[in-house]
């Protein structure tokens, strides 16, 4: 049994496979991280794997948790066919690294990878495998936050997305979503212009994946815990 780790910036979430399938999978807060030790201790497990964008605290805590030495996992310059043309591939994030690697698996095509969690990041990956870099956004709730802390009487309920919003909160839900979701339509359109093919697909992962799949042209699709499928993906093929 494979152990897979992704600690995202606000949680920490993990899947255990075992002959390709997945046998077991959960999520914790950063805060309650120590508990993973007893959730991971069922499983015999062979080797672990991991990817971290947050802090090293958290990362040593992870350690101490898990009863097999996991692998660190980083963004690299070429991998499966992809090549990198990040400027600098320390500085990114491995979590945007795994997830092109794990779309690139799903896709033959074009394909823009959207991973919407604390921050939205969306990357352009081209059919012959050139990764050429991407976006990062606030989330949505990191949005709604920056309003109800910078503005006035912004400080609302959950609203709803609206073609004409009439309300407050339906106005500030609205255009986060349509935010987010115009700077997935950029990128799909710079990629189109800079490959010459129309209508790349879009992947979509990530707790606000549903929320804004709606409001993004076809061809998109959800798949979840693409950062974990592309770690595994670089785990197998160690």
Known sequence: MRLLVDAGNSRVKWAVYSAGACVAEGSVAHADADALASAWAP?????????????????????????????????????????????????QGADRWLAVLAARALVAGDVVVACAGTALT???????????????????????Q????????????QGEHRLFPQGT?????????D???????????????ATGRPSPEVVLTGGGAAALAPHVAAPVRIVDNLVLLGLLRVADAS
Do not use: C, K
């Open 43 to 91: 499983f015999s497990l062979v080797d672990g794997w991991a990817s971290n964008v947050a802090s090293a605290d958290l990362r040593a805590r992870i350690d101490a948790a898990s009863p097999v030495a996991l692998t660190w996992v980083s963004a690299a310059r070429a991998a499966f066919g992809v090549t990198n043309h990040y400027r600098d591939v320390g500085e």
């Open 122 to 144: 969306i990357e352009a990956l081209t059919a012959d495998g050139d990764y050429l870099g991407g976006l990062i956004l606030p989330g949505h709730h990191l949005m709604q």
């Open 146 to 157: 920056s309003l109800a802390r910078g503005t006035a009487r912004l400080d609302r309920e």
């Open 169 to 177: 909160s339906d106005a500030i839900a609205s255009g986060i979503i």
């Open 179 to 193: 935010a987010q979701a115009g700077a997935i339509e950029r990128l799909r359109a710079r990629l189109a212009q």
